[in-house]
């Protein structure tokens, strides 16, 4: 086999560059505690794929490989009113936390949750920002120079450059 070849077959496999993300969050009642076998299905409000799990042990669920895009989350379990949560937005290689909270009720019976939360990365200690296509076709760079597109994000001081 060529060596280039093999090389080829590497690349493709590079770690870190998927173009998805992950939601997981936990599920708990009005009185704290955790839920286990809360069924959880996320669904992408443009494009209206649904994936689904179901809590674990610790009311904890965890959907990977998700298409970037905002999303609807709702929970439901006998017992519970179903909780909804619209407009999560999630990014290229985002692991988002979102935790819900059941209320006692029918299942029939739903609390839509219309307070956007604060995006806060529980899983990972990393500082990262995205800057959107929008904001990239709309402002004047000199040169197409894309690590200027660094300093439009917060805490970004630009190096002064050497002469």
């Known amino acids: 086999m060529f060596p280039w070849v093999l090389g080829m077959i590497f690349i493709v496999q590079v770690p870190g ?7 997981t969050g936990t599920v708990k009642d ?3 505690a955790t839920r286990t076998g809360v069924e959880v299905t996320v669904r992408h409000e443009a494009t209206n794929v649904q994936r689904s799990t179901v809590t ?3 009311g904890i ?3 990977p490989h ?5 999303y609807e989350i709702k929970a439901g379990l006998a017992g519970f009113r179903t909780v909804l949560t619209a407009g ?4 290229v290689g985002e692991v988002l936390s ?6 006692v009720g029918e299942i029939s019976e739903t609390v839509t949750v219309t307070a956007e939360a604060t995006v806060l990365d529980t899983e990972d200690s990393q500082i ?5 296509n929008r904001r990239v076709l709309d402002l004047p760079l000199n040169g197409r120079n894309v690590y200027v597109l660094a300093t439009l994000q917060p805490g970004v001081v630009p190096a002064m450059m050497s002469v």
Do not use: H, P
């Open 17 to 23: 560059q998927s173009g998805t993300g992950t939601l």
């Open 56 to 58: 674990n042990g610790s």
């Open 128 to 132: 990262s920002s995205l800057v959107d």
């Open 66 to 70: 998700l298409q970037s895009g905002t």
């Open 61 to 63: 669920y965890r959907i």
């Open 98 to 103: 979102v935790d819900l909270l059941l209320e």
């Open 88 to 91: 999560v937005e999630l990014t």
């Open 30 to 32: 009005v009185s704290g």
